[in-house]
């Protein structure tokens, strides 16, 4: 399995940006997706997630300003980044969960790297 993000980029505040990570592989159908990221000096945390049938879930900072969203055909996960403000910079990983039985797998994107400037 490979996840291969981008769609990174510099732009001002208040723009928008939308991430884009392509899948390889047969599982992702049956797997949740998630955006995370990690800004300079700080610890990769989670921004938003989705599961196989859906179901989103966003960190409060978000809230409102990302949306995402898959495309099952395409074996694509988006992050569509409105109104981004500077503590929005990061790399942003993707990354896919899959359970197979009880063992849970976890793959991961090579980064993209998002800057907003003030």
């Known amino acids: 399995v490979q996840l291969q993000a981008s769609g990174g980029g510099l732009v001002q505040t208040g723009g928008s940006l939308r991430l884009s990570c392509v899948v390889s592989?047969?599982?992702?159908?049956?797997?949740?997706m998630a955006w995370y990221r990690q800004a300079p000096g700080k610890e990769r945390s989670l921004v938003a997630d989705?599961?196989?049938?859906?179901?989103?879930n966003y960190v409060d900072p978000v809230k409102g300003r990302f949306t995402i969203s898959r495309d099952n055909a395409r074996n694509t996960v988006y992050l569509q980044m409105n109104s981004l403000k500077p503590e929005d910079t990061a790399v942003y990983y993707c990354n896919l969960r899959f359970y197979l039985a009880i063992k849970e797998y976890n793959y991961w994107g090579q980064g993209t790297q998002v800057t907003v400037s003030s």
């Open positions: 989705i599961t196989r049938d859906g179901r989103t």
């Open positions: 592989g047969s599982i992702f159908a049956d797997s949740g």
